[in-house]
């Protein structure tokens, strides 16, 4: 970023532009708006990821006429654990110390890439889709090789366990991204998110299919019932919890809110591609940012509602059959691409 330049926005509001200097053209300029943009959307994606969470577990007590904790008890349980002191085994090596903050920060690094609320995200220019899936894996990686670093069974076989899951998972996201990316041309989400707010209202055969693959992902990659049970502590089957048993503490709570923004994060890519109606289109005055804000708190009441629904009325299935599940998800995403590809010849 070299010499600064001043200019007006569309409303007349002096801003300060950075430009890059092997860009004379000015289409990778930063200015003071989009980077606003940028941080409220890490901001309110840092905050309400864990009263997403305690929606969700709300409407679930609720629909299995159970009484429901309350709505802010996430932030509860995390406000707990960051106040004990952590404890960890003594084999343990630095990179089981790191793997909460860098699998935090991969979750973070996310939600700059989702357009939340807005499109205009200069952040967004350098990491598309594709990117976002490879953050998502670096996680993985990272979590599981720290659930094998202290050396228990259990830790060992929620690694296993994860990485299959994430090795049938990734590829039915990505075909779920290229049925969109064919629909706008590029694989950056703020592109598509425009393509789709911008065209009159249309119906895509291709989408229908590549939502449905992308509930099954979004319930296989967030440890959701029926191909993981969240509130499951001491049972065979689990996943997530296998992965995290030897953490406490500060690092339990990183890893715990970092689960959070992976489910909010999986929840926003759904509403940028097949939802996208409400997101602060650039050129939008700065009225757009709170009408978006209400909008997202919107689809998020439903989508929370709806994922307890499926829970409620979904059993938990064995861990064998999971690789189904997925492998179903993955034919789903790639009949979109398929329909895509036929309707538009």
Same mark, same amino acid.
């Not at 970023?1 to 200097?21: C, E, K, Y």
């Not at 802010?72 to 909460?100: C, E, G, W």
């Given at each position: 970023?070299?010499?600064?330049?001043?200019?007006?926005?569309?409303? +007349?509001?002096?801003?300060?532009?950075?430009?890059?200097?092997?860009?004379?053209? +000015?289409?990778? !300029?930063?200015?003071?708006?989009?980077?606003?943009?940028?941080?409220?959307?890490?901001?309110?994606?840092v905050l309400l990821?864990?009263?997403?969470?305690?929606? *969700?577990?709300?409407?679930?007590?609720?629909?299995?006429?159970?009484?429901?904790?309350?709505?802010t008890q996430p932030?509860?349980?995390?406000?707990?654990?960051?106040?004990?002191?952590?404890?960890?085994?003594?084999?343990?090596?630095?990179?089981?110390? *790191?793997?909460?903050?860098?699998?935090?920060?991969?979750?973070?690094?996310?939600?700059?890439? =989702?357009?939340?609320? +807005?499109?205009?995200?200069?952040?967004?220019?350098?990491?598309?889709?594709?990117?976002?899936?490879?953050?998502?894996?670096?996680?993985?990686?990272?979590?599981?090789?720290?659930?094998?670093?202290?050396?228990? $069974?259990?830790?060992?076989?929620?690694?296993?366990?994860?990485?299959?899951?994430?090795?049938? $998972?990734?590829?039915?996201?990505?075909?779920?991204?290229?049925?969109?990316?064919? =629909?706008?041309?590029?694989?950056?989400?703020?592109?598509?998110?425009?393509?789709?707010? +911008?065209?009159?209202?249309?119906?895509?055969?291709?989408?229908?299919?590549?939502? *449905?693959?992308?509930?099954?992902?979004?319930?296989?990659?967030?440890?959701?019932?029926?191909?993981?049970?969240?509130?499951?502590?001491?049972?065979?089957?689990?996943?997530?919890?296998?992965?995290?048993?030897?953490?406490?503490?500060?690092?339990? !709570?990183?890893?715990e809110w970092a !689960?959070?923004?992976?489910?909010?994060?999986? $929840?926003?890519?759904?509403?940028?591609?097949?939802?996208?109606?409400?997101? $602060?289109?650039?050129?939008?005055?700065?009225?757009?940012?709170?009408?978006?804000?209400?909008?997202?708190? !919107?689809?998020?009441?439903?989508?929370?509602?709806?994922?307890?629904?499926?829970?409620?009325?979904?059993?938990? =299935?064995?861990?064998?059959?999971?690789?189904?599940?997925?492998?179903?998800?993955?034919?789903?995403?790639?009949?979109?691409?398929?329909?895509?590809?036929?309707?538009?010849?």
């Amino acid at each position: 970023m070299g010499r600064a330049s001043a200019a007006r926005t569309h409303l +007349g509001v002096p801003a300060v532009q950075l430009r890059d200097p092997a860009d004379p053209a +000015g289409d990778r !300029a930063v200015n003071i708006e989009g980077l606003f943009v940028q941080l409220l959307e890490v901001v309110v994606a840092v905050l309400l990821a864990p009263l997403f969470v305690g929606w *969700i577990n709300c409407c679930r007590a609720w629909l299995q006429n159970r009484r429901a904790a309350p709505l802010t008890q996430p932030y509860r349980m995390l406000r707990k654990l960051v106040r004990k002191d952590a404890v960890l085994a003594h084999n343990a090596s630095s990179l089981f110390r *790191i793997t909460p903050y860098v699998v935090f920060g991969t979750m973070v690094t996310a939600v700059a890439i =989702i357009p939340s609320l +807005g499109t205009r995200m200069p952040f967004a220019r350098a990491a598309d889709a594709i990117a976002l899936v490879g953050l998502f894996a670096t996680a993985r990686v990272f979590i599981s090789l720290a659930a094998m670093d202290i050396g228990t $069974a259990f830790g060992t076989l929620g690694a296993r366990r994860e990485m299959m899951i994430g090795f049938l $998972a990734e590829p039915a996201l990505l075909m779920v991204l290229f049925t969109a990316s064919l =629909i706008a041309g590029s694989t950056a989400l703020p592109v598509i998110v425009e393509t789709l707010t +911008g065209r009159s209202l249309a119906i895509h055969p291709s989408l229908a299919f590549a939502a *449905i693959a992308f509930l099954m992902v979004l319930l296989a990659e967030n440890a959701r019932i029926p191909v993981d049970n969240p509130a499951t502590h001491l049972e065979l089957t689990m996943i997530h919890e296998a992965l995290v048993l030897e953490y406490s503490a500060r690092h339990l !709570a990183l890893i715990e809110w970092a !689960a959070a923004l992976k489910l909010f994060n999986y $929840a926003c890519v759904g509403f940028a591609l097949f939802l996208p109606w409400g997101v $602060a289109r650039a050129g939008d005055p700065w009225t757009a940012l709170p009408v978006a804000l209400v909008f997202l708190m !919107a689809k998020l009441t439903v989508a929370g509602a709806f994922l307890a629904l499926i829970e409620t009325l979904s059993a938990k =299935i064995r861990i064998f059959r999971a690789p189904e599940f997925l492998v179903m998800a993955f034919l789903l995403a790639v009949l979109g691409v398929l329909v895509r590809l036929l309707l538009r010849s």
